[in-house]
């Protein structure tokens, strides 16, 4: 197939040999299978922010740092040289995700490289070689999806422990390959501790998964690991392979009838209390 611009310079650099087809065009970026040597990987090319429809939600920036100062003022004017700063944070924010994220023993797509706004990375695929599907794409037997499921609970619990929350999670966003769920599609990503909306980010992803994988095993729709994990991370007892329940319990705070009423009555009688000594300073 013809050669997309954007690709062209990795092509001109021998980064990239060929480009083989297109495989989606999402709406934040265009995914091509591409040949380097001998091996087929694949390119993500990010849309201009003007071609998105997926904006860059102030919800998902908060937190995020930059580094140099003279970046973040002019990213807080708006000027031309600041929204081509924005756009290399936005784009950099999935680099820096999926880096930490392998490290950490997460199943994302191995990355390689980011160059002018196209990211060279691992092609995910089947056990026959073919491109790995959405989970969306799939009919799961209630064995696997409890096992994916767990192996995907795993897989968030190992995120948040990098600080990472996906942000937008869903079958959508997942691929299943010979050895199961794969994360993709993590330009969203937000800092779980510096985002204040990190921790609702979070439930609804685990929740979107508890969905999906529950249409296969009711069971699963019982649980509640986001919460659990959650409380876990808050009190910094969360570790990669934490024994999980899926249970939680809300705190229950027994009112004290008695001390309740002694306490109103006690203010009553101050009240009644002020205004006799008021009275009394009139006359």
């Known amino acids: 197939m013809k050669i997309p611009n954007r690709i062209q310079?990795?092509?001109?650099?021998?980064?990239?040999?060929?480009?083989?087809?297109?495989?989606?065009?999402?709406?934040?970026?265009?995914?091509?299978?591409?040949?380097?040597?001998?091996?087929?990987?694949?390119?993500?090319v990010y849309k201009e922010a003007t071609q998105r429809s997926f904006k860059q939600a102030?919800?998902?920036?908060?937190?995020?740092?930059?580094?140099?100062s003279r970046n973040t003022r002019a990213m807080q004017k708006g000027?031309?040289?600041?929204?081509?700063?924005?756009?290399?944070?936005?784009?950099m924010a999935e680099v820096d995700a999926l880096f930490r994220l392998a490290n950490a023993g997460v199943r994302v797509p191995q990355p390689y490289i980011c160059v002018d706004g196209v990211l060279l990375m691992e092609l995910v695929t089947d056990a026959?070689?073919?491109?790995?599907?959405?989970?969306?794409?799939?009919?799961?037997?209630?064995?696997?999806a409890v096992a994916d499921f767990d192996t995907m609970i795993r897989n968030i619990v190992r995120m948040l422990c990098v600080g990472i929350v996906h942000g937008d999670l869903s079958e959508f966003n997942v691929l299943l390959d010979a050895q199961g769920p794969v994360i993709i599609d993590l330009p969203q990503a937000v800092d779980a501790a510096a985002n204040n909306l990190a921790e609702s980010m979070f439930e609804r992803d685990v929740n979107n998964?508890?969905?999906?994988?529950?249409?296969?095993?009711?069971?699963?729709?019982?649980?509640?690991?986001?919460?659990?994990?959650?409380m876990l991370y808050e009190d910094g007892k969360?570790?990669?392979?934490?024994?999980?329940?899926?249970?939680?319990?809300?705190?229950?705070?027994?009112?004290?009838?008695?001390?309740?009423?002694?306490e109103i009555i006690a203010a009553e009688d101050e009240f009644y209390e002020r205004q006799r000594a008021s009275k009394e300073r009139d006359d």
């Not at 009711?218 to 690991?225: D, G, H, K």
């Open 9 to 44: 310079p990795l092509v001109d650099d021998g980064l990239i040999d060929d480009v083989l087809q297109r495989l989606k065009s999402g709406k934040e970026a265009d995914v091509y299978t591409v040949l380097c040597g001998d091996k087929i990987h694949c390119a993500k």
């Open 58 to 68: 102030v919800q998902y920036q908060e937190g995020r740092k930059v580094r140099n």
């Open 79 to 91: 000027s031309k040289f600041g929204r081509k700063q924005q756009e290399e944070s936005w784009q």
């Open 128 to 144: 026959e070689g073919a491109v790995a599907p959405r989970l969306s794409d799939v009919i799961l037997t209630e064995e696997t």
């Open 209 to 230: 998964i508890t969905a999906y994988y529950g249409q296969f095993a009711p069971q699963l729709l019982q649980t509640r690991y986001a919460k659990e994990i959650w």
């Open 238 to 262: 969360l570790t990669p392979e934490i024994p999980l329940t899926g249970l939680f319990v809300e705190e229950a705070h027994e009112v004290d009838m008695g001390s309740l009423m002694d």
